[in-house]
């Protein structure tokens, strides 16, 4: 099958080298020439494990090209996947689809046979039928089929999600499309990975209903945490203990510092603005959203705590500051709220992570990058683990630290309480 991917952020990148690693022929277009000369000499411009290897290798095998001329790469394939950002709205809660829009136009324009046009992109319930309508305009009448197909990979494990899929979803009110399109999944779902074929409006809500289901499981677990913490009781017990009864499953149970990321703050605004405009109230995913943003601030409160309140001219130390590990990702991410609240207190912050330095912090006041974990907590009163890369899962702090009073706030649980403590630091996690 021949393939466009409108927009080469993660989904529509990820997407477009695995389909072509599956042996379709796909051209990945993007409006920016810097980034397309980028990954025409396979270079990757986001952090994402395996994703370069696989772009070289359906590089140079010619399945894979790169392009911004969308005109041309929308006339030379069969099915058009739009994968263009929808961000939250400036001013309100709601997706900005003008992206989803423009590039609607641009089909209109250039359709030259039958096309069928499929929505990666996250979008409201509904999009679906606008999007028609923008084709229907101009004359393009049975020259295209609009199909919801969202996607549910995660970032720093987007391609094992992608060729290792629970489900795929496909929402299409047109049973041509659906064909073509199951035959398209027919290595990922002989493979075992479920085919739900649906109406193009509940795919759309699919998608944002498993967001928020998803970020409404940390919360929930966020919040039984907290009544551990005061109970003496291990939350790692009740994961296990909950995760075990398969209506409820063990994924998406660990506790942690607030969730962050593109997806789960922006999709939960989203969701509720949609249901704003039919008139229903989605007030669970309104709490989840309220003791997620509040979660920053009880975790802030629980180092003011395990500093006895004296911040000013403490070294403190952060591992990791993207919102989960295996990204570079920033956005969205509780260290955003955390490291400049510490700052203005008066704590020098020092932080390390895999993905580099971050300009988020350049300007904040004492707050300075280090290149190593060594160098990071060397002469630090605190160490707070704020994400849980591979690389903090090891650390001998007993040969990488001068202080003899050594606090470590291990906001991820890596390691044993009863080890850490018993190697003579002063040690704290969530949850227990
Ligand atoms: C999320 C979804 O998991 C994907 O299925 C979806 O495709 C994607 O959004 C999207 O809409 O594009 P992602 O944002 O990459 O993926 O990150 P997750 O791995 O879901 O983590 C989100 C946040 O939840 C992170 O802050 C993470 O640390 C936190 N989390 C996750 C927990 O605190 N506990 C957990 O058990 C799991």
């Not at 683990?385 to 903090?392: K, L, M, V, Y």
């Amino acid at each position: 099958m021949k393939l466009c991917m409108i927009g080469t952020g993660y989904v529509g990148l990820v997407s477009g080298v695995c389909f072509a690693d599956l042996g379709n022929e796909v051209i990945c277009v993007d409006k920016d020439i810097n980034k397309i000369n980028l990954l025409q000499e396979g270079k990757i411009p986001i952090y994402e494990p395996g994703l370069s290897e696989l772009v070289i290798k359906n590089l140079k095998n010619k399945r894979l090209k790169f392009s911004t001329d969308l005109k041309k790469s929308i006339r030379d394939s069969d099915i058009i996947f739009i994968c263009v950002g929808t961000p939250t709205k400036k001013g309100n809660s709601s997706a900005d689809l003008s992206q989803i829009f423009n590039v609607a136009k641009q089909i209109s324009y250039s359709i030259n046979k039958f096309k069928i046009i499929v929505t990666k992109s996250t979008v409201p319930v509904t999009t679906g039928d606008k999007i028609e309508k923008i084709l229907s305009k101009k004359n393009n009448k049975k020259k295209f089929s609009i199909v919801s197909n969202p996607e549910f990979l995660r970032e720093g494990e987007a391609i094992r999600d992608f060729i290792y899929p629970d489900r795929i979803v496909i929402g299409s009110n047109d049973k041509k499309s659906s064909r073509i399109l199951k035959n398209l999944y027919n290595p990922l779902t002989s493979k075992g990975a479920q085919y739900f074929k649906t109406s193009r409006r509940a795919a759309e809500l699919i998608k944002y209903a498993s967001n928020s289901f998803l970020a409404t499981k940390i919360t929930f677990i966020n919040e039984i945490a907290n009544l551990c913490e005061k109970t003496g009781i291990n939350i790692e017990d009740i994961s296990i203990g909950m995760g075990l009864d398969k209506r409820i499953g063990s994924r998406f149970l660990r506790t942690g510092p607030a969730y962050g990321g593109s997806c789960f703050p922006k999709d939960t605004k989203a969701i509720i603005s949609t249901a704003n405009k039919f008139k229903i109230n989605l007030s669970v995913i309104k709490s989840v959203i309220k003791s997620n943003k509040n979660r920053s601030n009880l975790l802030l409160n629980r180092v003011y705590e395990i500093l006895n309140k004296k911040i000013k001219n403490k070294k403190i130390t952060f591992l990791g500051v993207t919102f989960k590990a295996n990204t570079d990702d920033m956005r969205d991410s509780s260290s955003l709220i955390m490291i400049p609240s510490l700052s203005k207190k008066g704590a020098i912050i020092k932080y390390f992570d895999p993905t580099g330095s971050k300009k988020e912090f350049k300007k904040i006041k004492n707050v300075t990058y280090e290149n190593s974990i060594k160098k990071s907590i060397l002469k630090s009163d605190l160490v707070i683990i704020h994400t849980d890369w591979n690389d903090f899962k090891s650390i001998n702090f007993k040969n990488l630290t001068k202080k003899k009073k050594f606090i470590i706030f291990d906001m991820r649980n890596i390691y044993s309480p009863i080890k850490i403590k018993k190697m003579g630091f002063k040690y704290f996690s969530l949850g227990r």
